[in-house]
């Protein structure tokens, strides 16, 4: 079956701008979550969904950062007002919950000019 | 705070040498433990897992891992190495309630013909 999608695979944009992540999940999946991976780093975690709702959001480094995921499938993150420290691959994952298994997609590559 | 600790960010070996990627925590309660790789572009994938039972898993293309509780480690070894093995390999934790994962900073892995 399909994997976890994430679109779109490169973003660049200017420094104060307003930009959206989105992320596909595995069907079926009710947990998902975002990272962030900068150069040389591993993934840090910024928010985990259980269903519609945030279950964890103690990863997101500031108000700038906020996800939704409305229907409990799709999920969008969302960064207003970009910074160059924002640049990095942003991680989407999903999982069943108690499964200990999250699958990764490709990532989307932020960069902020 | 649990933590994971990746001893050489980069390691190299020969084509059939034995692969040994190091990899500690600290954490207070037993952990979810996992590693993950990641080729050049890719997400990452998951390599084997560690949550109860026995404490050598054995996980896709030959790797295994041992966790050994007194040591607080979770070493990832393969007898012999390919040149498909060359890739970022990720070590990473899950504690007690959370479902965020914890990851180490990764090691690349060169193989050498």
């Known amino acids: 079956g399909a994997g976890v999608s994430q679109t779109p695979s490169n973003k660049v944009t200017e420094k104060g701008k307003y930009v959206e992540l989105r992320c596909d999940p595995i069907s079926g999946h009710t947990a998902l979550y975002w990272y962030r991976q900068s150069l040389g780093q591993g993934p840090e975690f910024l928010i985990y ?16 950062f906020f996800a939704v995921r409305p229907e409990g499938s799709v999920s969008t993150l969302k960064i207003q007002r970009t910074e160059r420290g924002d640049s990095a691959v942003y991680l989407c994952a999903s999982s069943q919950v108690g499964s200990g298994e999250q699958y990764f997609g490709p990532g989307t590559r932020l960069t902020v000019t | 705070a649990q933590s994971v600790t990746q001893l050489g960010s980069h390691v190299s070996v020969s084509e059939g040498a034995l692969v040994l990627l190091r990899c500690n925590y600290s954490s207070s309660v037993p952990p979810y433990l ?80």
């Open chain 1, 49 to 64: 969904f259980q269903g519609t709702g945030a279950a964890d959001d103690s990863g997101l480094p500031n108000d700038r």
């Open chain 2, 34 to 113: 996992f590693w993950y790789v990641q080729y050049p572009n890719q997400g990452l994938q998951l390599l084997l897992k560690y949550t109860t039972g026995a404490t050598l898993v054995k996980g896709i293309n030959g790797f295994e891992a041992e966790f050994k509780k007194s040591e607080t480690s979770f070493h990832l070894t393969k007898p012999s190495a390919h040149m498909s093995d060359a890739a970022e390999y990720f070590c990473a934790v899950k504690i007690g309630g959370s479902e965020k994962l914890v990851f180490g900073k990764g090691t690349k892995l060169t193989v050498n013909p």
